[in-house]
């Protein structure tokens, strides 16, 4: 087991511990004060009884977003570290450092048409994550690994970063009948990575295990719907066919945002 694991799990268990409330208060208002984080759309600092639970916070009200079945929306609050075509079968983690996509979706290949966008939560971010369109999960693929911090300084240390750490995929038809791939990247002091729809993965763990769950009957996920959290921040990475991205690199999104149009004409440039 990788030294970045067990020092991810020990974190985890100081997070998930519930201190008395005057101390909890405090750790919970030093986090706040050291990340800048603002509680505005979230419940008060005091609401929450570990410092997991406000890793967690879930949103007081739904964000507005366009609900058209053209658009796909940023499924979290993060930074937009890289972006583009797959070519060659190849993705940027960030720029001039590549990784082969197929190893990371743990598949041979991908077929050509694809873009990617990587999304980056950082400590201060929400860090639940949601459905940028409406979803047919086919299947559900948990790949064990290390936990390598994903911010940018790490991303351009490590080679291959994102196919070397923990990472769930998610494989799902889209609207315009392409195949979406929403990948869960963990990172250092990620406690865990939660699916609602799937609790047998259970991630970060002494004995992990690749695994993999097809579903016959697809499991439908509506667009915006919560699919579930970081305990900390981590990075997604959406790959999607036949995308008209609009959003840059290095600029931040807010879940809800639109980032891109999905196409059917297939003709138009990607």
Known sequence: MHLSNTLSRYFGKFANYKFPAFIQRRINALYVKIFGISLQEFDPIE?????????????????????????????????????????????????????????????SSLKSGY?????????????????????????????????????????????????????????????????????????????????????????????????TYHYPTPIHIAKAQEIGFFKMGSTIVVFVEHCLPSCLVSSKVKFGDTIGELITDTTQTL
């Open 115 to 211: 873009f990617y966008i990587n999304l980056y939560l950082s400590p201060k971010d929400y860090h639940r994550y949601h459905a940028p369109c409406d979803l047919e999960v086919m299947e559900v693929r948990y790949f064990a690994g290390e936990l390598l911090p994903v911010n940018e300084p790490s991303l351009r240390k490590n080679a291959h970063l994102f196919v070397r750490n923990e990472r769930v995929v998610i494989v799902a038809k889209t609207p315009n009948d392409s195949i979406l791939y929403f990948v869960a990247v963990g990172a250092l002091n990620v406690g865990q990575m939660v699916l609602h729809f799937e609790p047998r993965i259970s991630t970060n763990t002494a004995h992990a295990q690749s695994t």
């Open 47 to 107: 609401s929450y009884a570990t410092l997991n639970a406000l890793f967690t916070r879930s949103l007081r009200t739904q964000r507005p977003f366009d609900p058209s079945s053209k658009t796909l929306i940023s499924p979290c609050d993060a930074k937009i570290t890289e972006l583009g075509a797959v070519i060659d079968a190849q993705a940027l983690q960030i720029k001039g450092m590549s990784y082969s996509v197929g190893e990371l979706l743990g598949q």
